[in-house]
């Protein structure tokens, strides 16, 4: 009934082929193999996401970025496929690309830490500072009013202003940094890692007594 397909995962055994052809760097017969896996089952992505990675190899970056989107959507299967796709949106500077992926993963999956990463590859691709922050607001509530919310949520939060901090301060941007970590204070005035980050804001600004202060 289900002829030509691995019955313990549905794999195609044309996508095994495929993977043997990839490891020997046969990168003509392994797409050839890939494109018969999607023609079986279009459903698993993993077919999409090995041309991806044979695509980095030829240094065809355009080819990269369809090939993670065909993957992730296909089935977002887990965290690191989700990664992979920003990375090639920041290359692409394709903010709009972040948010859709954001909302397709986070409608799956409903994990705190996919906001973190979303905010952070925004701001590496220079979407402006009040667009990005009002999205990380909103989302949050969004994530706080759930009704099973997740029991990890305010330490991946505290974890979230910790990032979004660093890459402020990375842009050269340490008044919108110093406002980030203090916002993550207002959840947990004891936080060492935002503590620390202040007492480094403080440095950098050569404002030694209130860092050694915060680092005390």
Known sequence: KLPNVLMSTT???????????????DY???????????????????????????????????????????S?????????????LLNMAIVHRDSTEIIKAYQHYNGIHHQPKALTESAVSLLRTNVG?????????????????MDNPDPKADSLFLDMY?????????????QEAYAVYQKGLEADPDNADLLFRIGLYHVAQKDYHQAVEWLL
Do not use: H
Not at 162 to 174: A, D, E, L, V, Y
């Open 129 to 145: 500072t009040k667009k990005v922050m009002d999205f990380v607001e909103e989302e949050k509530q969004g994530f706080l009013a």
């Open 11 to 25: 794999g195609p055994f044309a996508e095994y082929a495929g993977v043997l052809y990839y490891k020997e760097k």
């Open 162 to 174: 910790n990032r979004i901090g660093q890459q402020f301060m990375t842009r050269k941007q340490p």
């Open 72 to 84: 992730f959507y296909r089935r977002a299967r887990d965290f690191d496929i989700y990664r992979m």
């Open 28 to 70: 003509d017969n392994a797409k050839r193999s890939f494109d018969q896996a999607n023609r079986i089952n279009p459903n698993l992505g993993k077919s999409d996401y090995y041309k991806y990675v044979m695509a980095l190899a030829e240094k065809k970056t355009d080819s990269a970025y369809q090939f993670i989107k065909s």
